[in-house]
């Protein structure tokens, strides 16, 4: 399970998790996370800032909107969720792709109007950058990103997250 302040958590992620949807919320709670790992991978100085951080997911949001609107829709978010990498070059299959980005369109969309804006991704990769910033000094650093690594992994394969 993620860490109780992990904005990923099956309780906040608004999604219904009875019986045979936990598996699925909880790795999609992984893929979430993943996806949003790249923003937060440790620089040559051995930390990531929020500042670098937000440059990094800008440009990723700009390459996952095809059509330049400025907001993701579903299409867009489910092409970017079948080109990420889930482990040794692997892709999500279509099918897992399609259910994560639904579950990520669910968790991101807040204003509910069907697609995700630059601010609601900015939101979320703000509460996921305070979620891993562990000692709350601006910067994830590598020990922090470690164990967000190891957190989202875990949770994809259905075990416990590491102790902060």
């Known amino acids: 399970m993620p860490p109780s302040g992990d904005p990923f958590s099956r309780r906040k992620s608004g999604v219904p998790h009875g019986g045979g949807m936990k598996h ?10 993943l996806l949003s790992l790249p923003a ?11 500042a670098s951080a937000t440059a990094k997911l800008d ?12 907001f993701l829709s579903p299409a867009e978010i489910e092409a970017r969720m079948r080109k990420m990498k889930v482990g040794a070059g692997k892709t999500l ?10 579950l990520f369109l669910a968790r991101a969309d807040t204003n509910k109007d069907g697609k995700v804006s630059k601010a609601e991704s900015a939101a979320l ?4 950058f305070s979620a ?15 164990r967000a690594r190891a957190a989202a992994k875990g949770a994809a394969q259905g ?4 102790k902060r």
Do not use: C, I, W
């Open 93 to 102: 299959d279509p099918t897992h792709a399609k259910r994560v980005a639904a």
């Open 40 to 50: 937060l991978t440790v620089t040559a100085l051995g930390q990531e800032t929020r």
């Open 59 to 70: 440009k990723e949001f700009g390459a996952s909107d095809a059509n330049k609107d400025g």
């Open 125 to 128: 990769m703000g509460a996921v």
């Open 24 to 33: 699925h919320v909880t790795l999609a709670a992984a893929l979430v996370a």
């Open 132 to 146: 891993y910033d562990t000692n709350r000094d601006g910067k994830v650093d590598a020990t922090e990103a470690a």
């Open 159 to 162: 075990k416990a997250a590491p």
